[in-house]
């Protein structure tokens, strides 16, 4: 009798430490070495001669016009990860994505930390974040990039419950840093960045640094340059060529920082050099 309630103790003991590692074991994904090497398709890998451009948080009534007006002098259309509260607190700039022709995705409902499991929560929130982006697009959303880019179990089934595919990326500039500026956005997507990657970028300081989101928006430019001057087209995740169904992975043959077909990264001209 003594043994099985040390045994039923122990049980009760370790219960809530498997059910949080079951919740939060899926995050692992964020690594970009493990997301490259055994999930490409979550980490954006597509056309090798192509780099998805893609924001997130907006839409914003002050920041998000300014980045349309770039992407319009530089013939770029994107894929906006688009935050549920925020479209529906400023429908006219979420419809004004629309309207010059860029792809609407999915972010979530709030930028919150998914530390604690909720899946009754993270389903609730995320179909109406898809109704409200749908009906301002048009057209379902395919697209699914969780705030922080952290997928849990939670976020998983509520994206499979959803038909969104998650997409992470394979270069960010880390524009949402208090000390970003344009030189620094542009030299850290460089870095990451080869035929067939997914760049992430801010287009507001929702969640981020005040001010933070100008330093991307100076970048921007010289990172499309970039691009082109590498032979990579630029667009939205839709033009990417990502086939497949919703939340599904396939192992990548090749490692390191390759694109998708094994070609090698670029580098931008180091901060200061044109």
Known sequence: MRQEMRVERAVYAVAPLAAALAHIGPAATWLPGLRRRRFPRLAGLGSPG???????????????????????????????????????????????????????????WSHDRPWWPSPARD???????????????????????????????????????????????TAWGKDWRHDATPASVRATVAADLGGGGTILLHDTDHASAPGCWRAALGALPDIVRDCREAGLAVGPLGE???SGSAVASVPLATGGTTGAAGTEPFRSPAPGKP
């Open 240 to 242: 990417h060529g990502m």
């Open 123 to 169: 389903v609730r929130e995320l179909l109406r974040a898809v109704a409200l982006v749908g009906e301002v697009a048009g057209r379902v959303p395919r697209w699914y990039r969780p705030p922080y880019g952290i997928l849990t179990s939670g976020r998983w089934a509520a994206a499979r419950r959803a038909g969104l595919r998650p997409v992470l990326w």
């Open 50 to 108: 192509h780099a998805a451009l893609t924001f997130d948080d907006g839409p914003d009534p002050v920041s998000t016009p300014r980045f349309l007006d770039v992407l319009d002098g530089l013939g770029v259309r994107a894929t906006f990860f688009v935050l549920g509260e925020n479209a529906a607190r400023h429908p006219a700039v979420a419809g004004e994505l629309v309207r010059r022709g860029h792809e609407l995705a999915v972010h979530g």
